[in-house]
């Protein structure tokens, strides 16, 4: 029988041949034409020259940024089916001297999974998502390729009242997301989906497939908000489900400057620690002209509920008055349904959409970056953060809260540290819906002319979220080696757990065969 390992180490046999010829199609052909008279290999590798590369590839690019002919693009696709084909696929590529980028869901801020500058493959685990859900046990496994959509989806066809406190973009990868931290609306009661993972299955550097006995704790608390990439290629997850109630309530509610934005944003502020941990309430600052024409902002209060709106609205007559929130504002459904309305704003969005992985409402290109804030921002520093804001025509702010169960976890309980003493989460994003050098540069102006504003009312030292991916914090170098020069980005995500991260990366994998613009350095002890 013919096993993937012989065929790709047929390949890799080859690869003289292939890289200097443009004959590779045959040769695959060939190769993977014997293969599938044995078993469903066929299709899995694809070059330049396959007729399905460029859709492969282009299949989760998600920031049009990233979409192009200047990005430098991957020798080899491989599409595993199954977890044997993952470690055939990396432990070759390991073999012939390539990079290997893991790709699950193709989210990743700066590209990450599916750009490098030296040879590479992309392996892409779109086609490993299966998810297991025991209701009875209130768990779950889930494949890296699955999407949190899919999750949410599955969870809400075996139970109404269980939930997972992940993101709010349902085709983001469980992946890059959880071996990320995972933020969204649930996190005020039951923290990040990285806070929980109870299990979790990894290849190694040397191809072996652990689970958490297998990996050690080390190695397990690395991949739970250190993010993956720098320790392996993570299979699955087991997840603990989280219970929510059968009713949960939504609303969005925005003011612009001239209907007192800035107060609302102010006692905001001052709430967020005393919001019971069943009210998220975020807010997104959009730029929008007044009534006389000028450049000013909209702030959209945007908000989960775990509860009944009739005890949704005397909480928020009592706390929140300034805010003015009507019943009509007011929507109740169940959670699985509220999980694709706060993504979608839509009451014409069905269940079924939290399965489109690559459903892209408009071509948008991105830029981002993150903050926490620990003190409240004065009205006069906000004045002034809304006047370099709305300088530009297309700008997002989200402003995300924490406190509740966020600042109950210790700082080094898993590798991701923005707990006791974080309000909010603040994360920038210039957007623009052209190729344009000339526009790309003014939105980079743009955003770090925001940021830069932003510096001295932020936590000092000054801190990111890792998923908020930023490949100009610090001084970021190709394939970084040094542990001084990482620590300067290093240390903004992970604080003191960076140290412990760059450890857990020298013991396991002490040549840095996985790594990436921003990936841990491994520190000899
Ligand atoms: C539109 C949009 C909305 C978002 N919303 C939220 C949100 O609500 N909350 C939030 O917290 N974040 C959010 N994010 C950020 C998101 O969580 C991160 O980008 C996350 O890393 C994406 O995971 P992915 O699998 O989709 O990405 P990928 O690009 O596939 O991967 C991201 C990183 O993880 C690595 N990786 C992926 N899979 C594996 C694996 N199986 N093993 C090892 N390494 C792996 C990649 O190599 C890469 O370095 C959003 C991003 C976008 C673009
Ligand atoms: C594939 O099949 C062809 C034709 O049967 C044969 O010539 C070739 O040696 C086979 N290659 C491999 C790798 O088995
Ligand atoms: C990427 O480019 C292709 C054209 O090459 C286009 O069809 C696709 O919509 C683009 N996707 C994104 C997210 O920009
Ligand atoms: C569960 O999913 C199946 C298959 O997609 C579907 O037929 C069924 O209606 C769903 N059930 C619920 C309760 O959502
Ligand atoms: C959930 O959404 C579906 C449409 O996808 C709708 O038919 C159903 O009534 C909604 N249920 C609740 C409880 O919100
Ligand atoms: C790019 O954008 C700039 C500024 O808006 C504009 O002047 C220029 O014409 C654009 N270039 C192209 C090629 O569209
Ligand atoms: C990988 O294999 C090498 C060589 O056999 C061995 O020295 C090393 O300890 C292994 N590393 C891990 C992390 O298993």
């Not at 992309?122 to 699955?146: C, F, M, N, Q």
């Not at 944003?265 to 009210?279: A, G, N």
């Amino acid at each position: 029988m013919v096993t993937l390992d012989s065929i790709l180490l047929f390949v890799l046999f080859f690869l003289p041949y292939i890289v200097t010829s443009r004959d590779v199609t045959n040769l695959y052909g060939l190769c993977l034409s014997n293969e599938s008279d044995n078993q469903p290999h066929n299709n899995i590798i694809h070059t330049v020259w396959s007729k399905n590369y460029k859709s492969i590839l282009e299949s989760s690019i998600h920031n049009a940024r990233f979409n192009n002919s200047n990005v430098p693009k991957p020798y080899y696709i491989i599409v595993p089916q199954n977890k044997e084909q993952v470690r055939g696929a990396m432990i070759c590529c390991k073999k012939i001297g390539f990079e290997s980028r893991i790709r699950s869901g193709g989210h990743d801020y700066e590209g990450l999974s599916f750009i490098s500058y030296k040879p590479y493959c992309l392996i892409d685990l779109s086609s490993l998502r299966k998810i297991d859900i025991d209701v009875e046990e209130k768990t779950a496994w889930v494949e890296a390729g699955a999407t949190i959509g899919e999750l949410y989806y599955n969870i809400g066809n075996k139970s109404r009242t269980l939930g997972f406190p992940a993101g709010t973009c349902p085709s983001v990868g469980v992946g890059g997301h959880i071996s990320g931290g995972g933020q969204g609306p649930l996190m005020r009661k039951h923290g990040l989906a990285a806070d929980n993972v109870l299990d979790a299955t990894i290849i190694n550097v040397n191809g072996t497939i652990f689970d958490r006995r297998g990996m050690g704790e080390d190695l397990f608390w690395a991949i739970r908000g250190g993010g993956a990439a720098s320790f392996g290629v993570v299979l699955s997850w087991k997840l603990q489900l989280v219970e929510v109630p059968p009713v949960v309530t939504l609303f969005t509610v925005a003011r612009t400057q001239e209907e007192g934005a800035t107060k609302l944003v102010k006692k905001w502020q001052k709430l967020v620690m005393e919001f019971p941990k069943e009210l998220f309430l975020r807010i997104n600052i959009n730029p929008k002209k007044d009534s006389l024409g000028r450049p000013s902002i909209l702030a959209s209060f945007n908000s989960l509920y775990l509860g009944k709106k009739s005890h949704l609205r005397r909480l928020m007559r009592k706390k929140f008055p300034e805010l003015k929130l009507k019943s009509k504002d007011c929507e109740e459904m169940s959670w699985i349904n509220s999980t694709i309305r706060i993504d979608s704003y839509r009451k014409d969005s069905r269940i079924e959409d939290l399965l489109e992985r690559n459903k892209e409402k408009k071509l948008t290109f991105y830029k981002t970056k993150s903050d926490y804030v620990t003190k409240p921002l004065s009205e006069k520093a906000l004045q002034g953060l809304w006047d370099v804001f709305k300088s530009t025509g297309d700008g997002l702010l989200i402003l995300t809260p924490h406190g509740g169960k966020m600042s109950e976890i210790l700082d080094d309980a898993i590798p991701f540290p923005h707990r006791k003493g974080v309000l909010y989460n603040l994360q920038y994003f210039a957007l623009w819906h052209h190729l344009n050098l000339t526009v790309e540069k003014i939105k980079f102006d743009w955003v770090n002319g925001v940021y830069d504003y932003m510096g001295k009312f932020v936590s000092s030292p000054r801190t990111a979220y890792l998923n908020t991916r930023d490949l100009e914090l610090g001084r970021t170098l190709i394939g970084n080696e040094k542990y001084s020069q990482a620590q300067s980005w290093g240390e903004m995500y992970f604080k003191r757990n960076f140290e412990k991260l760059a450890r857990v990366k020298y013991s396991v994998d002490p040549t840095n065969y996985f790594r990436n613009e921003q990936s841990i350095p491994p520190l000899a002890p």
